[in-house]
């Protein structure tokens, strides 16, 4: 048996966003039960140079999409980077997995030989599918979202492995 490049994104994708998902309402409860200002956490960080919770969620949802895409061969979505509360995240993170839910596996097919070219900063970059899937795109994602799971506990978020890994997809 094969695993389908498909296989080996959109469900993974889809299990971390739902969870990161979930993960976003405790956090609003957290905030509303301790009266923490929600931007206090929105605007956290866990060093002074890294992104903020907010722009933790929006680059994991940017490779989520932007996998997708470019391993189907369509249009990457834009998405405006203005989400200010846990449930413009939440609609974010919505739209990412509608957008994902969207494509169909068979777009898939063959890309793991497919030429994926990308600007990042002021690079341009070039992959095979499979490398860019397992080399780029999914190290990238789980970096963000681990991220964004760390500074909500790091801030007193009572959370824990089961929070961030959620139920399989």
């Known amino acids: 048996m094969s695993l389908s490049m498909y296989q080996a994104s959109v469900p993974v994708f889809v299990q971390i966003l739902t969870a990161l998902s979930a993960i976003l309402d405790k956090a609003a409860a957290y905030a509303a039960e301790k009266k923490i200002n929600p931007n ?3 605007t956290a960080r866990l060093y002074p140079n890294m992104f903020t919770l907010t722009r933790q969620i929006q680059t ?6 932007g996998a ?5 061969g369509v249009e990457v ?13 939440k609609a974010r993170i919505a739209k990412t997995l509608d957008f994902i839910g969207s494509v ?9 030989e497919r030429t994926i070219s990308l600007k990042v900063g002021p ?8 490398t860019y899937l ?36």
């Open 40 to 42: 206090t956490l929105l």
């Open 60 to 65: 994991a949802t940017d490779h989520a999409k």
């Open 68 to 72: 997708a895409a470019r391993l189907a």
């Open 77 to 89: 979505p834009k998405f405006a980077d203005e989400e200010k509360t846990f449930d413009e995240l």
């Open 104 to 112: 169909p596996a068979a777009k898939f097919d063959g890309s793991e």
């Open 123 to 130: 690079r341009e970059l070039s992959f095979k599918g499979l």
């Open 134 to 169: 397992f080399g780029f795109a999914l190290p990238n994602f789980f970096f963000h979202a681990t991220t964004a799971y760390d500074i909500l506990r790091h801030n007193g978020l009572d959370i824990g492995k089961s929070d961030f890994i959620g139920k399989p997809a």
